[in-house]
């Protein structure tokens, strides 16, 4: 527990000035975007904030990483769309709380270390990829809808927006080499409002996206059949949300590593993300996951522990209990521009200046990556092919790394020292090595600098001891390591093969 709550750990160093106004930036930002996702979902839009306040609350206490700042995500709404459009919200009330034991359970046995195999180039066109799309949804404010359509400003209120965000752009720039006391983005949206207010500049506010006013979130059971049939229908989608929730959220925690150059717990993180995805389905919201937006706006404020979430999440608490009026007063042209700058920030700049240093293979896997993450908005599938991707071309070049040095002693043995591993990828380059017909009566490979990694290199090692025994020779091998010879062992039922004991060789003895 104390690990949860190291928050009130004295011994750790707290700027809690950095904290609260780091909490109060990230809450402002967080709310416009949270209504954007609920209202285009077709949720009511405080299931919207109700899941900013949920998500950001229990994940800032019991989370794996201080720092983090989980909220309704658009990454985890976009699969609820179709749900939501079918079988309507208490449905998908039920699959956020299925999703959310999904996490769970990952979380408890650990799977969560799997997001260490994700490689850097897929990192690189993930979050490039989102820096486009953060960048890109800020477009939306600039148009106005119409008669049920949707424009581009022109004219005045046009020239107005884009004054106002330049001018949010120019002080989160600027205000930094005056003064680092408080964080910019915060005094950028406190000057644009009251700027606006003041001289009562026509402008769209978060008012014109939704109200935010309403009480505590009300606990609500699901209102579906406890039946089988509902379980088929909710299960893929519930799947299909923690996956990506737990994808989004496990890079963003490995970005926040490499930020902060501390250690988050992957594993610790699952279970939170899963408890407060459970909490919504039951507190009417929409579920959620960690916002790399909002994180980086958390961080680029000076926050690195966890009261800064929990300021940003009872901030938007209290605005939805009391402070309606005034934040729905709030101009978008402010958030706009902040978020302008953390799209900015996102993009991962340095990829540029290393392209002409990084192998082709890994070029084309980043630009794919961030190609899908634009394109398709699916963060999960972006990640999954460009793993996926990286694997086999690593496979690839692993195949073409297995050789043979050959030559015969003076007993008139054959000798193969083999150089490499010995898997799916280089069996076919492994069995080219041998001249079954030209060798002599005895034969022995060394696997001295070489393993057997998989079923398919017994397999070829069972087949190449048949080839010599059907042309009347002996097959020995030499130096397998003991993991190697566990794998044999566990084989030997369906094959045969001669494994020959060294005893100046301490890993092949027994």
């Given at each position: 527990?104390?690990?949860?709550l190291n928050?009130?750990?004295?011994?750790?160093?707290?700027?809690?000035?950095?904290?609260?106004?780091?909490?109060?930036?990230?809450?402002?930002?967080m709310m416009?975007?949270?209504?954007?996702?609920?209202?285009?979902?077709?949720?009511?839009?405080?299931?919207?904030?109700?899941?900013?306040f949920?998500?950001g609350?229990?994940?800032?206490?019991?989370?794996?990483r201080p720092?983090l700042?989980?909220?309704?995500?658009?990454?985890?709404?976009?699969?609820?769309?179709?749900?939501?459009?079918?079988s309507?919200?208490?449905?998908?009330?039920?699959a956020?709380?299925?999703?959310?034991?999904?996490q769970?359970?990952?979380?408890?046995?650990?799977?969560?270390?799997?997001?260490r195999?994700?490689p850097?180039?897929?990192?690189?066109?993930f979050v490039?990829g989102?820096?486009?799309i953060?960048?890109?949804a800020?477009?939306e404010?600039?148009?106005?809808?119409?008669?049920?359509?949707?424009?581009w400003?022109?004219?005045?209120?046009?020239m107005?927006?884009?004054?106002l965000?330049?001018?949010?752009?120019?002080i989160?720039?600027?205000?930094?080499?005056?003064?680092?006391?408080?964080?910019?983005?915060?005094?950028?949206?406190?000057?644009?409002?009251?700027?606006?207010?003041?001289?009562?500049?026509?402008t769209k506010?978060?008012?014109?996206?939704?109200s935010v006013?309403?009480?505590?979130?009300?606990?609500?059971?699901?209102?579906?059949p406890?039946?089988?049939?509902?379980l088929?229908?909710?299960?893929?989608?519930a799947?299909?949300?923690?996956?990506?929730g737990?994808?989004?959220?496990?890079?963003t925690l490995?970005?926040?590593?490499?930020?902060?150059?501390?250690?988050?717990?992957?594993?610790?993180?699952?279970?939170?993300?899963?408890?407060?995805?459970i909490?919504n389905g039951?507190?009417?919201?929409m579920?959620?996951c960690p916002?790399?937006?909002?994180?980086l706006?958390?961080?680029?404020?000076?926050?690195r522990?966890?009261?800064?979430?929990?300021?940003?999440s009872?901030?938007?608490?209290?605005?939805?209990?009391?402070?309606a009026?005034?934040?729905?007063?709030?101009?978008?042209?402010?958030l706009?521009g902040v978020?302008?700058?953390v799209?900015?920030?996102?993009?991962?700049?340095?990829?540029f200046?290393?392209?002409?240093?990084?192998?082709?293979?890994d070029?084309?896997?980043?630009?794919?990556?961030?190609?899908?993450?634009?394109?398709?908005?699916?963060?999960?599938?972006?990640v999954?092919?460009?793993?996926?991707?990286?694997?086999?071309?690593?496979?690839w070049?692993?195949?073409?790394r297995?050789?043979?040095?050959?030559y015969t002693d003076?007993?008139?043995i054959?000798?193969?020292?083999?150089?490499?591993?010995?898997f799916?990828?280089?069996?076919?380059?492994?069995?080219?090595?041998?001249?079954?017909d030209?060798d002599p009566?005895?034969?022995?490979?060394?696997?001295?600098e070489s393993?057997v990694?998989?079923?398919?290199?017994i397999?070829?090692l069972?087949?190449?001891t048949?080839?010599?025994?059907?042309?009347?020779k002996k097959?020995?091998l030499r130096?397998?390591?003991?993991?190697?010879?566990?794998?044999?062992?566990n084989?030997?039922?369906?094959?045969?093969?001669?494994?020959m004991?060294?005893?100046l060789?301490?890993?092949?003895?027994?």
């Amino acid at each position: 527990m104390n690990a949860y709550l190291n928050l009130f750990d004295f011994t750790q160093k707290v700027n809690y000035k950095n904290e609260v106004l780091a909490g109060l930036t990230v809450a402002m930002t967080m709310m416009p975007e949270s209504l954007s996702f609920a209202i285009l979902a077709g949720f009511p839009p405080l299931a919207g904030l109700y899941a900013a306040f949920i998500m950001g609350l229990i994940t800032a206490i019991f989370g794996g990483r201080p720092g983090l700042i989980s909220g309704g995500a658009g990454a985890t709404v976009v699969v609820l769309i179709a749900l939501m459009k079918a079988s309507g919200i208490e449905y998908v009330f039920a699959a956020v709380a299925l999703a959310g034991v999904i996490q769970i359970l990952v979380g408890i046995f650990k799977f969560g270390k799997f997001i260490r195999l994700v490689p850097q180039p897929v990192m690189y066109g993930f979050v490039n990829g989102l820096a486009v799309i953060i960048f890109t949804a800020q477009l939306e404010q600039f148009k106005t809808v119409v008669d049920g359509k949707a424009n581009w400003l022109s004219g005045t209120p046009l020239m107005i927006m884009g004054g106002l965000v330049l001018l949010t752009i120019a002080i989160v720039l600027l205000l930094p080499k005056v003064t680092k006391a408080v964080p910019p983005s915060l005094v950028a949206i406190i000057v644009v409002f009251l700027l606006v207010m003041g001289f009562n500049i026509d402008t769209k506010t978060v008012k014109d996206i939704a109200s935010v006013s309403g009480g505590f979130p009300p606990f609500h059971v699901p209102m579906v059949p406890f039946t089988l049939e509902t379980l088929q229908i909710i299960f893929p989608y519930a799947l299909i949300m923690a996956a990506v929730g737990l994808t989004e959220g496990l890079l963003t925690l490995n970005l926040v590593d490499e930020i902060t150059r501390t250690k988050g717990n992957s594993n610790r993180e699952c279970v939170a993300q899963g408890a407060a995805n459970i909490a919504n389905g039951f507190l009417s919201g929409m579920g959620g996951c960690p916002m790399i937006a909002q994180t980086l706006v958390n961080l680029s404020a000076g926050a690195r522990a966890r009261l800064s979430g929990i300021i940003a999440s009872l901030t938007i608490l209290v605005i939805i209990l009391f402070g309606a009026p005034i934040i729905e007063r709030v101009p978008m042209a402010a958030l706009t521009g902040v978020m302008i700058m953390v799209a900015i920030g996102t993009f991962e700049w340095a990829s540029f200046r290393i392209i002409n240093k990084m192998p082709k293979q890994d070029i084309f896997v980043g630009i794919l990556v961030a190609a899908i993450t634009i394109w398709l908005h699916n963060l999960a599938l972006a990640v999954l092919i460009g793993v996926i991707i990286s694997a086999l071309v690593f496979a690839w070049e692993s195949a073409k790394r297995i050789r043979a040095k050959k030559y015969t002693d003076e007993q008139g043995i054959r000798h193969y020292e083999i150089y490499g591993p010995l898997f799916f990828g280089s069996v076919a380059a492994f069995n080219e090595k041998f001249d079954v017909d030209g060798d002599p009566e005895e034969v022995i490979v060394d696997f001295r600098e070489s393993r057997v990694a998989d079923m398919s290199g017994i397999e070829a090692l069972s087949r190449l001891t048949e080839r010599y025994a059907n042309a009347g020779k002996k097959l020995h091998l030499r130096h397998l390591s003991q993991d190697c010879r566990a794998l044999l062992k566990n084989a030997e039922s369906v094959i045969e093969v001669n494994i020959m004991e060294d005893p100046l060789y301490k890993v092949a003895i027994e």
